[in-house]
C-alpha cells in the first residue's frame, strides 16, 4: 500500500514538473516573442516615415517624438555582452518558476517585457547597426525606443514581482521586504541615470497601488 502511494505521489509531482515547463515556455517565450516583434515593427515604421533629425511635439511641452539612430558602444560588444544577458535571465526566470510553481504569472510578464525590449534592440544593432530611438519625454535626459519603453515597463513591475514571488514561498513580512528591496533598488538607479527616473516613477504608482489594494482587501473581508 506504501510502495502504490509512493508512486502516485512521484506522478503527481512529475506531473507538477511538467505543467510548470510548459506554463514557462507558453507564458515567457510567448509574451516575450510579441513584445519583441512588436517593438521592432513599430522602429521599422519610425524609420520608414520619420527622417532622422526629425522631431515634433505629441503632448506639449512633455512628451515628443525624435528620431535618432543610436548605438552607445561598438554592435559586436552590445549584441555578445547582451545576447549571453539574455540567455541567463531566461535560465534566472526559468528556475524560479521551477522553484515557485505557483507564483504569480506577473513573473512572465515582467520577463517578458524586459527581455523582449532588450532582444528587440539586439536584433536591430545586428541588422541595422544602431537602435532606433524616438521617444523623448521632457527632463528624462534621453531618448528612447519602443524596445527601451518595453524594459523600463518590466523594471517598473519588478518590485510587485518580487513580492509576487516571495510571497509563496515565504511569509507575508520576508515577501514585504523583497518587494521593498526591489523598489529600493528602481530608486537608486533612478537617481543615478536619469533616463530611468520614469521607471521610478512608474514603479512608484505601481507599488502604492498595489499597497492599497492589500490594505483594502482585509477591510472588505471584515465588512463582509
Known amino acids: 500500500m506504501f510502495h ?24 515567457l517565450l510567448l509574451p516575450l516573442s510579441l513584445v519583441s516583434v512588436t517593438c521592432l515593427v513599430l522602429d521599422a515604421f519610425v524609420r520608414e516615415l520619420i527622417p532622422e533629425s526629425r522631431s515634433f511635439w ?17 554592435a559586436s560588444v552590445e549584441v555578445s555582452v547582451g545576447t549571453i544577458a539574455l540567455l541567463m535571465a531566461v535560465v534566472a526566470v526559468r528556475i524560479i518558476r ?8 506577473v513573473l512572465e510578464l515582467t520577463a517578458a517585457l524586459m527581455l523582449g525590449g532588450a ?14 530611438d524616438f521617444v523623448g ?14 524594459f523600463d515597463v518590466g523594471a517598473a513591475l519588478l518590485p510587485l514581482t518580487a513580492f509576487k514571488v516571495a510571497a509563496t514561498m515565504s511569509r507575508r513580512r520576508t515577501a514585504l521586504i523583497a ?16 533616463r530611468s527616473f520614469g521607471v521610478v516613477i512608474l ?15 482585509p477591510l472588505q473581508s471584515r465588512l463582509t
Open 4 to 27: 502504490v502511494d509512493g508512486r502516485a505521489s512521484d506522478r503527481q509531482t512529475l506531473n507538477v514538473q511538467a505543467a510548470v515547463r510548459r506554463g514557462y515556455w507558453a507564458w
Open 58 to 74: 505629441i503632448v506639449q511641452p512633455v512628451l515628443y517624438v525624435a528620431h535618432w539612430q543610436n548605438l552607445d558602444s561598438p
Open 98 to 105: 521551477t522553484r515557485s510553481p505557483r507564483a504569480s504569472l
Open 119 to 132: 532582444l528587440a534592440n539586439l536584433v536591430e544593432v545586428a541588422t541595422i547597426g544602431s537602435v532606433t
Open 137 to 150: 519625454i521632457r527632463g528624462s535626459g534621453g531618448i528612447y525606443s519602443s524596445g527601451d519603453l518595453a
Open 179 to 194: 518587494g521593498a528591496a526591489a523598489y529600493l533598488t528602481v530608486i537608486v538607479v533612478g537617481l543615478t541615470d536619469p
Open 203 to 217: 514603479a512608484t504608482i505601481i507599488v502604492v497601488a498595489s499597497g492599497t489594494v492589500l490594505l483594502v482587501r
